[in-house]
């Protein structure tokens, strides 16, 4: 009886301990580098990003490599709610790239002073995509496209001032 209670001990230690490598490693997957990798720890790019949007509260931290760099991407919300996203360089302490969501009435009267229209919009995403278009938003000044073609399906990001196709992402279905 002892030698079962001990087997079992065993066996359920092994699946647990498993069981938390396999979830640590899911946990870690979008992180493409070790901290040791880069100059700033993650608190001093917090700190960097925290500094730069007055309020941000913090809610993720994801390391990831973008062309060629290692970056910290803090994701929060601000004091009024509204959501926030910082991109730090990892090793210079840079900051690449500021987004916040705009108020209601702010994008509403960004949307009205664009300058190029959903016609040019169309026309720029078909030239840089294929398929029909199945999703077409304007916000924050600038259209969100998404085309699909096939198993393929690209997202477009054009500004609205410019007709600059400032994102495109293309990604094929694995299903």
Not at 31 to 55: K, P
Request: net charge negative; charged share 40%.
């Amino acid at each position: 009886m002892k030698n079962k209670l001990l087997i079992g001990g065993i066996a359920g230690a092994v699946i647990l301990g498993g069981g938390a490598f396999g979830v640590n490693a899911f946990a870690d997957s979008s992180n493409n580098w070790n901290e040791s990798d880069a100059e700033l720890t993650q608190e001093e790019a917090e700190t960097i990003a925290t500094e730069e949007v007055e309020g941000l509260t913090i809610t993720t931290v994801e390391r990831d490599e973008d062309d060629g760099r290692y970056v910290y991407e803090i994701d929060g919300s601000t004091e009024d709610g509204r959501e926030a996203d910082v991109e730090v360089d990892a090793n210079s302490g840079e900051i690449l790239k500021v987004g916040r969501d705009l108020t209601d009435s702010q994008d509403d009267q960004v949307n009205e002073n664009v300058e190029i229209t959903k016609e040019k919009a169309e026309e720029i995403a078909k030239e840089e995509g294929k398929g029909d278009i199945v999703k077409f938003e304007l916000e924050n000044g600038h259209y969100e496209i998404e085309m699909r073609d096939g198993d393929v399906e690209y997202e477009i990001d054009i500004n609205g001032q410019t007709g600059e196709v400032m994102e495109f992402e293309m990604e094929r279905d694995d299903e």
